[in-house]
């Protein structure tokens, strides 16, 4: 067996692991205190299980441990699929062709993501449904209000007038991931969605 360190980026300890003929990521919670609900390794997997059988593109889940034994914390294992890492979301060196079929491909993972409906794939009790809009509107505009930065005067207006022009909620849930962000590993089509740390909307 041998085991490596993915460094940059996860906020969860993140290892490659082979075993045998076996490729796979092991993702765990990191050792020490820490805030209740964060580092939900358990609901991590809990998402990436339950989106295993649909069409949206996440690694195959091999084992969730939420003993603290054998590595000190609650670990899961899944497939190791590859591809490359960009730490630059505007692709650079890549032709024009390419850099399209990569946004185009996470665009079609992020739909299919949308797509799925919580209550058909096991995940009906996950997150809190309604009010998605307003909730996240209040989240950006406290965290604008509480960032240290000089204040600028164009998010100002946009954090004012949001909440007053809110979509009417139309009770409609979905998956929404949550943290989706450049870096992306890709090869022009996405192939899964990491750190699928969903919520509802």
Request: charged share 25%; aromatic share 8%.
């Amino acid at each position: 067996m041998s085991l490596e360190r993915i460094v940059g980026g996860q906020s969860n300890p993140t290892y490659f692991v082979d075993y045998g003929g076996r490729r796979m990521v092991l993702r765990k919670k990191p050792p020490g205190p820490i805030l209740r609900g964060a580092h939900a390794v358990d609901r991590e997997y809990r998402v990436i299980e339950a989106l295993a059988a649909t069409e949206v593109p996440v690694p195959r889940p091999v084992l969730f441990h939420d003993g603290d034994e054998p590595l000190g914390t609650p670990f899961y294992l899944m497939q190791r699929l590859d591809g490359r890492v960009f730490h630059d979301g505007s692709l650079p060196g890549l032709a024009p062709d390419e850099r399209r079929g990569i946004y185009f491909g996470m665009a079609e993972a992020l739909a299919k993501l949308h797509a799925v409906r919580p209550e058909e794939v096991g995940l009906g009790d996950y997150g809190r449904p309604g009010n998605y809009f307003e909730r996240q509107i209040a989240r950006w505009t406290r965290q604008l209000r509480e960032s240290p930065s000089e204040r600028i005067t164009a998010l100002e207006a946009v954090a004012e007038w949001l909440p007053r022009h809110l979509p009417p909620d139309d009770g409609h849930v979905s998956i929404a991931h949550g943290d989706f962000i450049d870096p992306w590993p890709s090869a022009c089509r996405s192939r899964l969605l990491l750190d699928a740390l969903a919520f509802l909307a």
